[in-house]
Nanobody, 119 residues
Framework: QAQLAESGGGSVQAGGSLKLSCVRT??????????QSWYRQAQGKEREFIAG???????SYADPIKGRFAISQDSAEKTIYLQMNTMKSEDTAMYFC???????????WGQGTQVTVFS
């Protein structure tokens, strides 16, 4: 069974840093062509894309986090990371990792990890 497990969330003071991890376990219907992404959803708001990385290393970021967050992957460990620096109160949200299998049009979501930034 394919699963995504996020970790690393917590509370941090504004200006501080956190690093999120997302581990893939099980069998994904991707045929080795996939995108991995981080999304977040703040209370009362829609879920939004924040960072993505393809299996061949192409990276994209949403404007609100450019220059502050960095996505990376460890293919051997089947893990993606989100390094979050210079955090702001508006970064408070539930953070989700996803896998989108481009060849099979199948998507997977993790359960999320809560990030709270306080002043």
């Amino acid at each position: 069974q394919a699963q995504l497990a996020e970790s690393g969330g917590g509370s941090v003071q504004a200006g501080g840093s956190l690093k999120l991890s997302c581990v893939r376990t099980g069998s994904f219907r991707c045929r080795d062509v996939y995108d991995q992404s981080w999304y977040r959803q703040a209370q009362g708001k829609e879920r939004e894309f924040i960072a993505g990385i393809t299996n061949d290393g192409q990276i994209s970021y949403a404007d609100p986090i450019k220059g502050r967050f960095a996505i990376s992957q460890d293919s051997a460990e089947k893990t993606i990371y989100l390094q979050m620096n210079t955090m702001k109160s508006e970064d408070t949200a539930m953070y989700f990792c996803t896998v989108w299998c481009r060849a099979t049009a199948v998507g997977y979501w993790g359960q999320g990890t809560q990030v709270t930034v306080f002043s």
